[in-house]
Structures are given as C-alpha cells and as structure tokens.
C-alpha cells in the first residue's frame, strides 16, 4: 500500500504560479504510476496529469498541455507538479493518486486505487 499526502496549494493571482508536491510513504513507491485529478465545486473529478513508474512517460490533459509539468522523485518518494501560467478556470482541489498495476486507462480516476485527500488551489482573476 502507499498513502499520499499533497501540500503546496493557495491563492495566486491569474498569470502566476503554483508548485504541488505528493509525498508518498511505502517502500515500493517506483512500483506506482502517479496522476495528478482536479475537482472544482459541482464538477466531475477531472484529469491533470500522470507519470509513468520511471518518470519517463507523461500524459497531459490538454486543458493545461504546455502550462503544467509533472515530475517524480523516486528517491525521495514525491511527485511534483509545477503548474505556470495559472488561469482562474483552474481553480480545483489537486488530489494525487497511485496506481501499482494500470488496469484501466490512464485518464480515468476510477483506474487508480490510492489517493490523496487534496490540496486547494484558487486562481483569482
């Protein structure tokens, strides 16, 4: 099992920037892929990003394709995701969320077994 915790989340100005981390506790975190969901208030759970095991392959929904960066530190068990060019329709609780085996797609919350209980991030216009 893995449990994850983000941190990172606030207010910022449209135009700025943010930097969330998911810190991860377990012995075997390389052995997860790790996708960053949005939720906005009376939305759907919506996808952001992902990292594969290695880091190498990364997936990006195309709404912050260019603006976003995901990153992972399997050293240090975290994965990060550097988010620039902040607009207010990106304002959301981040959850971060692990899958060990990839069953279904990539994109779909319902594929990752683990997760995070979010962190906030408001864009002011």
């Known amino acids: 099992q893995v449990q994850l915790v983000e941190s990172g989340g606030g207010l910022v100005q449209a135009g700025g920037s943010l930097r969330l981390s998911c810190a991860a506790s377990?012995?075997?975190?390389?052995?997860?892929?790790i996708a960053w969901f949005r939720q906005a208030p009376g939305k759907e759970r919506e996808f952001v990003a992902a990292?594969?095991?290695?880091?190498?392959?990364?997936y990006y929904a195309d709404s912050v394709k260019g603006r976003f960066t995901i990153s992972r530190d399997n050293a240090e068990k975290a994965v990060y995701l550097q988010m620039n060019s902040l607009k207010p329709e990106d304002t959301a609780v981040y959850y971060c969320?692990?899958?060990?085996?990839?069953?279904?797609?990539?994109?779909?919350?319902?594929?990752?077994?683990?997760w995070g209980r979010g962190t906030q991030v408001t864009v002011s216009s």
């Open positions: 969320a692990a899958s060990s085996v990839l069953a279904g797609s990539t994109y779909s919350h319902s594929t990752y077994d683990y």
């Open positions: 377990g012995r075997t975190f390389s052995s997860y892929f």
């Open positions: 990292s594969s095991w290695s880091g190498g392959d990364t």
